[in-house]
T-cell receptor
Framework: DAGVIQSPRHEVTEMGQEVTLRCKPI?????LFWYRQTMMRGLELLIY????????DSGMPEDRFSAKMPNASFSTLKIQPSEPRDSAVYFC?????????????FGPGTRLLVL | AQKITQTQPGMFVQEKEAVTLDCTYD???????LFWYKQPSSGEMIFLIY??????QNATEGRYSLNFQKARKSANLVISASQLGDSAMYFC?????????????FGKGTRLSVIA
C-alpha cells in the first residue's frame, strides 16, 4: 500500500514567491493533518481536516498561509508571499477513524528553504 | 490544553544495553493516548508504540516498551538491546481520544546515539 505522498520533497525559493505544497493521504483515511517542524519550535500543528472539512486552523501562522482539501485524496498548503522564517520541514499526515490506538501516518515531508 | 515535556535533549547508550527516554505530559482530557515516534536522520516519522490512558498494562512492541505511570503523568520509552540503527530523534506525543481524530501534540524530542 502506498503511504502518504508529498510533493515536492525539496523546495528552494526566494522571499516573496508563492509556494504550494501537496499531499495525497492514504486511501480510506478521512483525516489529514499539516505539521511544521523547525529547530526552534519543534513539531507543531498548522491545520487539520476531517472528511475534507477544516476543523482547526489556529496553528496557521498568519494570512500568508492557506490550506485546502478539495477532495478526499488531495490537499494543498500554500504560502504567499513566502518569507525566510517559513523555512522548515512540512509534514502531511493522515489517519482513519477507528480505535484510539489508530495512529497518524506521516509523509516524507517537504523541506522548504526560503532565501 | 495538552503539553509534552522531554527533558533529555540527548542520550548516549552502549550497543546491546537498554535505555529509557523520559516523557511527562499534562492534559485536562479524561481520555488520551500517548505515542512515541522515531525520526532517523533521513527525516521520516516512524510510529513505534501507543499507550491508552485507560490501558491497564504497559504497552510493548518488540524491543520497545512504554513505562506508563498515570499518577506521575509519565510515559517513558524503554528500548532494550539497543542497536546502532536505533540512533535517531525520538518524539513523545499525545492526543485526546474521545473526540474522533484529533491532532498530536509533540515534545521537543530526544536525540539518541548508540555507541558500538
Amino acid at each position: 500500500d502506498a503511504g502518504v505522498i508529498q510533493s515536492p520533497r525539496h523546495e528552494v525559493t526566494e522571499m516573496g514567491q508563492e509556494v504550494t505544497l501537496r499531499c495525497k493521504p492514504i486511501s480510506g483515511h478521512n483525516s489529514l493533518f499539516w505539521y511544521r517542524q523547525t529547530m526552534m519550535r519543534g513539531l507543531e500543528l498548522l491545520i487539520y481536516f476531517n472528511n475534507n472539512v477544516p476543523i482547526d486552523d489556529s496553528g496557521m501562522p498568519e494570512d500568508r498561509f492557506s490550506a485546502k482539501m478539495p477532495n478526499a485524496s488531495f490537499s494543498t498548503l500554500k504560502i504567499q508571499p513566502s518569507e525566510p522564517r517559513d523555512s522548515a520541514v512540512y509534514f502531511c499526515a493522515s489517519s482513519k477513524t477507528g480505535p484510539p490506538k489508530e495512529t497518524q501516518y506521516f509523509g516524507p515531508g517537504t523541506r522548504l528553504l526560503v532565501l | 490544553a495538552q503539553k509534552i515535556t522531554q527533558t533529555q535533549p540527548g542520550m548516549f547508550v552502549q550497543e546491546k544495553e537498554a535505555v529509557t527516554l523520559d516523557c511527562t505530559y499534562d492534559t485536562s482530557d479524561p481520555s488520551y493516548g500517548l505515542f512515541w515516534y522515531k525520526q532517523p536522520s533521513s527525516g521520516e516519522m516512524i510510529f513505534l508504540i501507543y499507550q491508552g490512558s485507560y490501558d491497564q498494562q504497559n504497552a510493548t512492541e518488540g524491543r520497545y516498551s512504554l513505562n506508563f505511570q498515570k499518577a506521575r503523568k509519565s510515559a517513558n520509552l524503554v528500548i532494550s538491546a539497543s542497536q546502532l540503527g536505533d540512533s535517531a530523534m525520538y518524539f513523545c506525543a499525545m492526543r485526546a481520544i474521545d473526540s474522533g481524530n484529533t491532532p498530536l501534540v509533540f515534545g521537543k524530542g530526544t536525540r539518541l546515539s548508540v555507541i558500538a
